[in-house]
């Protein structure tokens, strides 16, 4: 399954010639308007969430561009938001992680890999599976996964789906592999950090507090720029929960990250792992990792 980059996303956007409206595209098992995607995250926030929705056919109205993955049936479907004004707002994209026939045959389960980019620098990434009746343009959402922007939670890609889970993977920068079962929104955790600071008497009920009390941009890297690997989840159908699995290092890009007072000392600390002294990524379980990190508090909590 193809990794899709923003970066070249959005410098395809400028040199890659649309569709025309005469040329019928149907992507492997989708054969809807990426903008579908926008009437979808619009009915979340309404009262039936997970109500049909009536999509445009592809390539519709506005032009949509295609990135080729290795074969044909890896490949990109994007379309640049318009707002009411005519003005540009980002782009939706998206990527058919797997696509089912249902037992009676009139319709299929597909499933997105989907990224909404906001024209200001936010790219929020989600997985969904839609029911597709054949040859209508009615689909009903069954399932909504969000994700985080970029490295942090970001980048959703399905690694396995199974008949009572789906196993996934988010992109995470060094703060967040330490603290992978943590679920917070660490920007809304440093917004009402700082608001705390200056109002010593707010009485808000404070998160989770991080792996050693380390701040994330301020102790450790968590710019949304800076992946360093990811977060291995697992889904579970029936019982609508989420645990994590694991973790996936990649110790080239985290030791490359700068940002934070402890980053420097926690590059060394992995660099001595023997877990990581032979190149290429490498997932743990979190039973492993949990353990590793065991030894980093001894390693950097005087530093």
């Known amino acids: 399954m193809r990794l899709f980059f923003a970066g070249l996303a959005l410098m395809g956007l400028l040199s890659t010639p649309p569709l025309s409206a005469e040329e019928r595209v149907f992507p492997p098992g989708a054969a809807i308007h990426p903008l579908c995607f926008d009437q979808l995250l619009s ?9 049909p929705v009536t999509c445009d056919g592809m390539p519709g109205e506005h032009p949509v561009f295609i990135f080729p993955g290795q074969d044909a049936a890896d490949l990109t479907y994007t379309a640049q ?3 009411e004004e005519g003005y540009g707002r980002g782009f939706i994209a998206y990527a058919v992680a797997g696509h089912w026939p249902s037992k009676t045959g009139d319709d299929k389960w597909t499933l997105f890999e989907v990224t909404a980019a906001n024209g200001f620098g936010n790219l929020r990434s989600s997985i969904w599976l839609l029911l597709q009746p054949q040859g209508n343009r009615v689909v009903k959402p069954l399932l909504y996964v969000p994700g985080g922007d970029r490295c942090n939670d970001g980048a959703l890609r399905v690694s396995e789906v199974g008949s009572d889970r789906l196993i996934f993977l988010s992109a995470a920068t060094p ?3 330490l603290n992978p079962t943590r679920l ?11 608001a705390n600071q200056n109002e010593p008497q707010a009485s808000n ?4 507090p991080p792996f050693m009390d380390w701040k994330p941009y301020l102790d450790v890297a968590n710019d949304a720029g800076a992946c360093a690997g990811g977060i291995i989840k697992s889904y579970n159908f029936k019982t609508d929960t989420l645990d994590v699995l694991g973790v996936r290092i990649d110790p080239g890009a985290f030791m490359s990250a700068q940002q934070g007072t402890k980053q420097a000392c926690i590059n060394n600390w992995l660099k001595a792992q023997d877990r990581f002294r032979k ?3 490498q997932d743990l379980d979190l039973d492993e990792w949990d353990s590793m990190l065991s030894t980093l508090e001894p390693a950097c909590a005087q530093h």
């Open 43 to 51: 009915g979340l926030t309404s009262e039936s969430p997970f109500s």
């Open 184 to 194: 917070n929104e660490w920007r809304l955790f440093m917004q009402q950090h700082a």
């Open 279 to 281: 190149d290429g990524v």
């Open 81 to 83: 938001r318009i707002t």
């Open 175 to 177: 703060f967040r592999l």
């Open 205 to 208: 009920k404070k998160p989770q």
